[in-house]
């Protein structure tokens, strides 16, 4: 990802959207902000309350993401889900993000692999 894509994804005050596919190709979006490009290869997301979500990146591994805010600027990517940390650094640093934030404990960190990347903004 560039710093531009990663700026966005990493902005506090963009909306952030997580998208995933079940087993028969039925789709969910679900809210997530705590959707950060973690490296230029790499989005994480905290895991509070997504059992429809992880059950669908368990089993497909096909996610897709989008970040954007005002003025218009916005980014998806469409990657490969990696799996969930339930402890270790990143673990440690959303964990203390979302009790800051939101006075709530995750349960993991989701973490995938960015394929491909596309603006949302008109051209």
């Known amino acids: 990802m560039s710093k531009d894509i990663m ?15 079940d087993s028969e190709g039925t ?16 989005i994480a997301f ?22 954007f805010k005002m003025p218009p600027a916005g980014y998806q990517i469409k990657g490969t889900f990696q799996g969930f940390q339930r402890s270790g650094p990143l673990f440690d640093k959303f964990a203390k993000q979302v009790k800051e934030m939101l006075g709530m404990d ?8 960015v394929e491909e990347m596309f603006p949302l903004i008109p051209e």
């Not at 700026?7 to 596919?21: I, Q």
């Not at 089993?59 to 993401?65: H, I, L, N, S």
Request: aromatic share 4%; charged share 25%.
């Open 106 to 113: 995750i349960k993991s960190v989701g973490t995938i692999k």
């Open 7 to 21: 700026d966005v994804f990493n902005d506090p005050s963009a909306s952030k959207a997580l998208a995933t596919v």
């Open 27 to 42: 789709p969910n979006v679900v809210p997530k902000g705590t959707l950060s490009a973690i490296d230029e290869e790499t």
């Open 46 to 67: 905290a895991d509070i309350f997504g059992d429809k979500t992880n059950k669908n990146l368990e089993t497909t591994k096909k996610a897709a993401a989008s970040a």
